[in-house]
């Protein structure tokens, strides 16, 4: 069995994937690399056949009609045989250093023959003219390099939080969750992270710069005129995250009082977006949003709407508005995201 199955989901690729594709390769034969060719209609597909021929061992190139990134991150799940499952988008890499780290403490965690659930490193925002290299860590959250409970975290800080950028999770779980996710949409890295995370019990994190984030294409999801534009796909996936999370049902309280945080800031990133718009059927929406938590999910809603950041959301008028998006602009400049 491989060590790691890493899912490249691939759509119009052809001027970056190989960039992504090289820095995996070093893994060798420990690794599967599954390369996910979604409908592509420039090279891409050309270009995974070319790594499968020259790497028959190591490299998977898979072709479907285009079905969005999580019908190709679903596709790649159900071809993986390896037995830690990592998606790394095709215009992002790795570091070497810590690639080969990642790789031999999962051959310690085979060898001692422990269970463990989800592996977490940091990852680098590599925004495009920026010197300055904001990397995500969770050295003051997560004991290191030692398998560790939900008992043993300690406290996120705002802004920070689990990406998927940052999870290895072990392909079972995944299997055993019943994870899918829907086709046609995007920003459904939310649910990948979200959705399994209830039945994680053991973990381990590793202080290694691992994933390198790439930020600045003018065509990508996390672009903010993009967002804005897609924000009914932000919509989609905020709702259905707000139908699958029942508080009741989460017994560890650290666990959930993290998911709850994780839902907050998707919402909040969807009232942003929705207010950024300055458009009032947008803003009608944002209403609705906040109606919809409300009548579907109680419990979150009483605690979105009584928490900081959920009150700042709701500042009345346009001199409210006005003072969320400084807000927002200064969190920007802070934290470093898009």
Known sequence: MKLLSVVIPCYNSQDYMRKCIDSLL??????????????????????????????PTIVKAIHQENKGHGGAVNT???????????????????????????????KSIVSENQTVDLILSNFVFEKEGKKY???????????????????????????????????????????????????HTFYVDNIF??????????????????????????????????????????????????DRFDMNEIDHPKLRQYLTNHLEIVTIISAIMLIRSGTEENLRKKEELWKY??????????SLKYGTLGKMMNLPGRIGRTITIGIYKISQKIVGFN
Not at 154 to 171: A, C, L, P, T, V
Not at 293 to 302: A, R, S, V, W
């Open 76 to 106: 790649g799940i159900h071809h993986a045989s390896g037995l830690y499952l990592k998606v790394v988008d095709s215009d992002d890499w790795v570091d070497y250093e810590a690639y080969m780290n990642i790789l031999q403490k999962i």
């Open 293 to 302: 938590i409300e009548e579907n999910n109680p419990e979150f809603y009483q």
């Open 133 to 183: 290299k904001k990397v995500m860590k969770y050295e003051n959250v997560f004991p290191q390099d030692t398998i560790f409970s939900w008992d043993d975290v300690g406290n996120f800080r705002k802004g920070q939080y689990i990406m998927m950028h940052s999870m290895i999770y072990r392909r079972e779980l995944l299997k055993d969750c019943g994870l899918k996710l829907p086709e």
């Open 26 to 55: 070093p893994g060798g034969e420990d690794v599967e690399l599954l390369i996910v060719n979604d409908g592509s209609r420039d090279e891409t597909a050309e270009i995974a056949d070319e790594y499968e021929t020259r790497y």
């Open 193 to 242: 992270v979200f959705h399994p995370l209830k039945y994680v019990k053991k973990m381990l994190y590793l202080n290694e710069n691992f994933y390198r984030y790439f930020i600045g294409r003018d065509d990508q999801s996390v672009n903010e005129k993009v967002m804005i534009k897609r924000i009914d796909q932000q919509l989609k996936v905020n709702k259905m995250m707000v």
